[in-house]
Structure formats: C-alpha cells, structure tokens
C-alpha cells in the first residue's frame, strides 16, 4: 500500500521508522512518502495561510500550495483517496479502518490553523475520492497526530504488517465488543490471582468466560456499542 502525507510539520512523522509499521516499510508492505506543504507555497514568505474571509478568529490555509501538491502526487498515481483529518469530519472506526486498509492508495492532508479554504476538498474530488475524518469528539492541533493514529490503524490490517493475523481477529471493536482481559505469568502477583478459569484448560469454558467478560466490560464502559 503506498500513503502520502502532506503537512507543514513533516517531522511528525518520523517515528514512522519505528516499531512495526517501520519494519513494514522496511520490508517494502507500505511506501510512506511524507511531503511539506511549504515546498509548494511559491510566495515571498512561504505562507501557507491567511486570514479568513468573512472574519473571525485564526488563520485558514491558503488553496494554493495544496492544489500543487494535490497534482504532484494525483500526476504520479491517480485515483487516490484523500483522507483529510477534520474535527469536522465522519468519525474514523475500525470498519473505515478495515475499508481503507483494502485501497491502494491513501493520502492524508495534515491541516493547522483553523482548517482549510475548503474549495480544497471540492478540487482533491476530481483527482481522486475524498473523507473528512474525525477520531472523536475534541479537538487537536492539527492533523498530524490524527494522521499518526490512523496510519497506524490501517497499516496495521495491511497483510504482512501483523505477524500472526490471529492477533487481528480478537481485539476490541473487530466482534463489536471491547476485548477480553489477558493475563500471564505468574499465576498469583501481589496478592493479585489469575482467575481459576483460565487455569483450568477446559477450552470452551475459558472461550464462554471471556465473551461474557466482554459483554460485561462493554456494558459497563461502552453501552453505545452495544445498542446497535
Ligand atoms: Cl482528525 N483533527 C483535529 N484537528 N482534531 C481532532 C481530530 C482530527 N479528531 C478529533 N479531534
């Protein structure tokens, strides 16, 4: 899978060389190409904003730089989809994730200041699809760490990227629960024991016991999830 990201802070991205994602890309899974907006303001301050018409508070990025690096990237591989990180976007779950991790072809569009001249998203629309998404309901910075978390949450459904695919099958939000609790050595740990069950080896017990300490825990901590 290749992933573009555009954004004025490029070095956000550098922990992308890390972990399992940067092994990924080591082994040539995900081709991540970060690219600076600046690099496409063409004006005597390279300013990538200005102030917004119709007034209020903050700056909004100017359409000019985005439009140049839209087609830079659009020239070179068509029909991409444009994920642009918004407060104001559809909320990101693990079914957009599992919906993205099967495209070729991801570009995230990093915004600061108060967001994007919005004839941007209305332009990236004729070069490729596009979703505005949101991670939840607050607000960050800008799109990087946004861009960060769902990077990660993509790469990860990519084949090759997770070891065992197993471990993809039982985690929160994948069955519409939130996952099991997990426990290793040593059986008991400050007073603290392991419960009998899972010490016992009758396998369909143990596998009835964690789905109803997942509906538990979902009901507890997460009743929208399960009113749907
Ligand atoms: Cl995607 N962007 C920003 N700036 N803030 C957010 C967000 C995204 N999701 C939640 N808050």
């Known amino acids: 899978m290749r992933i573009d990201v555009v954004s004025i802070f490029p070095a956000f991205f550098d922990v992308l060389e890390v972990s399992l994602l940067g092994k990924a890309r080591g082994k040539g899974l995900l081709d991540i190409r970060v690219h600076d907006l600046r690099d496409h303001a063409h004006g005597k301050h390279r300013s990538v904003d200005d102030t917004p018409y119709g007034g209020g508070a903050g700056m909004v990025m100017s359409p000019e730089p985005w439009g140049e690096v839209i087609d830079a990237i659009a020239a070179d591989a068509p029909d991409p989809v444009f994920v642009f990180p918004s407060p104001a976007g559809e909320v990101f779950t693990q ?9 070729p ?4 569009g990093c915004g600061r200041y108060e967001g994007i001249d919005e004839r941007v ?4 629309a ?3 699809r596009v979703r505005l998404m949101s991670l939840g ?17 993509i790469g990860r459904l990519v084949p090759g990227v997770v070891g065992n695919p ?4 039982e985690e929160s939000h994948e069955a519409g629960l939130l996952e099991y609790p997990s426990y290793t050595k040593p059986a008991s740990w400050r007073g603290y024991d392991v419960p009998e069950i899972l010490l016992s080896g009758h396998h369909g017990r143990v596998a009835q016991w964690r789905h109803e300490q997942q509906v538990a825990r979902t009901r507890e901590r997460r009743p929208d999830l399960l009113a749907d």
């Not at 072809?105 to 995230?108: D, E, P, T």
């Not at 197993?166 to 099958?169: D, F, K, P």
């Open 121 to 124: 998203f209305a332009y990236a």
């Open 126 to 128: 004729t070069r490729g």
């Open 166 to 169: 197993e471990s993809l099958v």
């Open 137 to 153: 309901d607050y607000v960050l910075n800008g799109g990087e760490v946004a861009s960060m978390a769902m990077i990660e949450a």
């Open 105 to 108: 072809h991801l570009v995230f």
């Open 95 to 103: 079914a957009t994730a599992r919906e993205l991790a099967d495209e």
